[in-house]
């Protein structure tokens, strides 16, 4: 099973930027669809942003479309979340998955789709 590993996280006041990264090991990542998640106390994880094993197609829920960006570096083994104009509705847990994909070039975004979590990342916008 892979290993994931979130980084990036922080304290960012409205309208910044972050970028999170997620480290895989373990496995070969293109063969992964991944997804970043967040979290807020008493809520359920939201798929944020979703990506196919080679990148081909991506998916983001309508609150980030524009906001946010994600992509990865299967060479490096690493996916990233660009996230822009932050507001502090985006105050979260983020969290990246991995869903084993080998003959899939689909993204997933639903929590049962994927069987591998990282620890998650903090993320908080200050107003």
């Known amino acids: 099973q892979v290993q994931l590993v979130e980084s990036g996280g922080g304290l960012v006041q409205a309208g910044g930027s972050l970028r999170l990264s997620c480290a895989a090991s373990?496995?070969?990542?293109?063969?992964?669809?991944m997804g970043w998640f967040r979290q807020t106390p008493g809520n359920a994880r939201e798929c944020v942003a979703a990506?196919?094993?080679?990148?081909?197609?991506?998916y983001y829920t309508d609150s980030v479309k524009g906001r946010f960006a994600i992509s990865r570096d299967n060479a490096k083994n690493t996916v990233y979340l660009q996230m822009n104009s932050l507001n502090p509705e985006d105050t979260a847990i983020y969290y990246c998955a991995a869903r084993y994909a080998p003959y899939s070039d689909n993204y997933y975004y639903t929590e049962e789709d994927f069987a591998s979590w990282g620890q998650g990342t903090q993320v908080t916008v200050s107003s």
């Open positions: 373990g496995r070969t990542l293109s063969n992964y669809a």
């Open positions: 990506i196919s094993r080679r990148g081909g197609v991506t």
